[in-house]
């Protein structure tokens, strides 16, 4: 390859780093609106918990999990975390629904859901099933 | 195996960037950490192994026999610095000279320093030894009274229990 080759590939390289850099910028980057200070969020996750600590429930960790994420936005919980009947299949995991005030602009959500599903807490899966405005 | 073993590395170091890429994007942090190590141990490992295989690579090239041969050729001639030594194995001159030359130099230095510490050490030692025996020195003009304290004896008032008893004088103290 001369060195025009070279020079080109090596442009064409960069524009598309940069502009990986610039989409994965706008991909993490808050905006936020104006959000009903009386809207509410509801939220279903499907929980999985394997080896936890004895004496830790699964009600403890999904309470946790959520009370740690909702410091990343600026809902609070409203009531209690429920334990949803299980479903037709009994090998599925267990369902915890939570309602939040108020409701979060699309940023939040994302950041909020991106809470859950990490691996915020050891020995804790969380899968967002349901996530939708109800007031 | 050499190309499973690269193939695996790359597959790692590519799966742990997309991943991580794929996690930022999901606003999971920790997992974007994870994958981002991940990523970064395989990028380090494919790194060490380019580097491992360009080293073997020049220790391993073959060596041209006609340049090492003309390089062999034009080899400077070493400078001989002792070829007197190999004039003379079979005579003594310069050895000689060497040897009784070494031995008036050591000789003449000997001389200095004997004469150096003998005229520096004998003056010293004297003065030492004046004041270690200054201290068990009897007192001058000697341990008997001279003859003005022995008369001063007779003067009313006058009493030495020490001066008496080297006079011998049997009289009692006052």
Known sequence: MNRVGRLVLGAVGLVLGGLAVVALREATLSTHQPVAADSQVEVVVEVESEHRERGQSEDELIEALVLTCRLEVNSDLVGEIELLPPGADADDDALYRAVLQPAMDQTNRRQFRGCLEDWTIDQLLVDVVRFEDIA | MKTIAWLAGIGTMATGAIYMVVSLNRWEWNRALFFGLIALIA??????????????????TRLDPEILALLRDTRPTPARRFRWLEDTTTQMNVFITFLVGGGLILSGLAWVADKVAANTSTPVGEEQLARQLGVISYPRGGLLVDEITALAQDVPGTDDAQIRK???DPRPPE
Do not use: Q
Request: hydrophobic letters at 50%; proline letters at 0%.
């Open chain 2, 43 to 60: 990028e380090v490992g494919l790194a060490t192994g380019l580097i491992l295989r360009r080293l073997d690579r020049i220790e391993h």
């Open chain 2, 166 to 168: 080297l006079l011998s």
